[in-house]
């Protein structure tokens, strides 16, 4: 089976924060965050199987920490678990204090994307081969958290099923 290892799927980006890109607390939107996580997220999947992919699922992004207009903001993604056509990304936010160098984790995400052929249908990825400890830890606990999401969605689904699509005034 092909395989390919994390590390052939990293990426990394190092951004500014600008006034446009602040709330009303003068730190990063969060919705510019969640932005920039899919972005750098979806590139991951892609080296991974080179070819098109889609966002499944983001189980959720928890702010640990605030960025500030002195802070430069570093992404870093990696696919840490592949299933049949899905692939899990591990985004690690971390912010530095450009005036002092202090660096740390501002944010952390799953993001879950699915590859897909030319008919737009899943397609089969390689496996993926963690080496650093970070990468094994990982990839070990990716079954449990696959699973959470399979239980989501489902729920998702049922949900969904209730709700109505009409306007209000309808
Ligand atoms: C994601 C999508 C392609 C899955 O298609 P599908 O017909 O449900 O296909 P399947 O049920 O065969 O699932 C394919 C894979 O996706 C995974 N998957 C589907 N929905 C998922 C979700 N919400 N979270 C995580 N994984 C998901 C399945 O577990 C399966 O994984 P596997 O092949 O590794 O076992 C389809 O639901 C879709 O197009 N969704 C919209 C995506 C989109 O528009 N994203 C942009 C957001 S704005």
Same mark, same amino acid.
């Given at each position: 089976m092909e395989q390919r290892y994390v590390k052939e799927t990293r990426c990394y980006k190092t951004n500014r924060v600008f006034p446009t890109d602040v709330n009303?607390?003068?730190?990063?939107?969060?919705?510019?965050?969640?932005?920039y996580i899919d972005d750098i997220a979806s590139i991951a999947a892609y080296k991974h199987c080179r070819c098109s992919v889609v966002t499944a699922s983001t189980d959720s992004v928890d702010f640990l920490t605030p960025i500030r207009p002195t802070d430069s903001v570093c992404f870093e993604s990696f696919v840490t678990w592949t299933g049949r056509s899905s692939m899990e990304v591990f985004v690690k936010v971390i912010k530095e204090d450009l005036r002092t160098g202090e660096r740390d984790i501002a944010a952390t995400s799953f993001l879950t994307?699915?590859?897909?052929?030319?008919?737009?249908?899943?397609?089969?990825?390689?496996?993926?081969?963690? &080496? +650093? /400890? =970070?990468?094994?830890?990982?990839? &070990? +606990? /990716? =079954?449990?958290?696959?699973?959470?999401?399979?239980?989501?969605?489902?729920?998702?689904?049922?949900?969904?099923?209730?709700?109505?699509?009409?306007?209000a005034w309808e």
């Open positions: 009303n607390h003068n730190t990063l939107f969060g919705g510019k965050l969640m932005a994307f699915v590859a897909l052929d030319e008919q737009n249908r899943p397609v089969t990825v390689p496996a993926v081969v963690p &080496e +650093t /400890a =970070e990468e094994i830890r990982l990839h &070990e +606990t /990716a =079954e449990h958290r696959s699973e959470m999401r399979r239980q989501r969605r489902e729920q998702s689904k049922k949900f969904a099923d209730v709700l109505t699509t009409k306007f």
